[in-house]
């Protein structure tokens, strides 16, 4: 059973690896607008936590989540890649036993996402982490590596759908993701 919560894991880690390549060559031809539409941040947060479930267990982390179930004006798939690249980097950066917190918010027209890790924490200048090929630092729970290119795709896609990404210090130690879009 290990060996199997092992594989699924790495499966998962690669199949990563593979979307991400291909979403950088999409966005280096210029890939099309996005297709913009009443999207449920919730479902599509739910989503994503399945598809990273086998990485949850593997390292036990437990989510504490206070997302609304509120819509943005989204690209579903684009957004469905967003989460997977931030819940990617807070399980990889959390300790065994750690917690995954999700928040959002609402601020006139505008819904913030949050997502945090219990990790090391993010570099002096977090604006580099955005940068194609750029990566924080090592995380010492993790021994994945990635090609330092989730992030970028991450910026690119929220700013395509008409919003803005940035990462800080979380309260009481960690990183903290955040990204806002508008409200459908």
């Known amino acids: 059973r290990a060996k199997l ?3 699924d894991s790495a499966s998962h880690y690669l199949n ?16 099309p607008s996005p ?20 990485l949850l267990e ?5 989510i504490e989540n206070h997302l609304t ?3 943005v004006q989204g690209d579903e798939e684009r957004l469905s890649k967003v989460l997977l690249n931030l819940l990617d980097n807070a399980i ?20 913030t996402t949050a997502i945090g890790d219990s990790g090391p924490g ?5 604006e ?3 940068q194609r090929f750029r990566q924080g630092k090592e995380s010492p729970h993790s021994t994945r590596q990635g090609f330092g290119l989730g992030l970028f795709i991450v910026q690119n896609y929220v700013e395509s759908m008409g919003g803005a990404v940035w990462a800080e210090e979380r309260p009481g130690g960690g990183a903290l993701f955040s990204f806002h879009l508008n409200r459908a």
């Open 122 to 126: 993010i570099p002096d200048d977090p």
């Open 16 to 31: 990563r690896l593979i979307n991400n390549l291909l979403d950088i060559a999409k966005l280096d031809k210029g890939e």
């Open 92 to 111: 990889k950066y959390s300790p065994p036993g750690g917690t995954l917190f999700l928040s959002s918010t609402t601020d006139g027209d505008t819904l």
């Open 128 to 130: 580099t982490l955005f």
């Open 69 to 71: 179930d509120d819509k």
């Open 58 to 62: 593997a390292k036990k982390l437990s």
């Open 35 to 54: 297709k913009l539409a009443p999207v449920s941040m919730a479902a599509v947060m739910e989503n994503a936590l399945q598809i990273c479930s086998p």
């Open 5 to 7: 919560g092992s594989l």
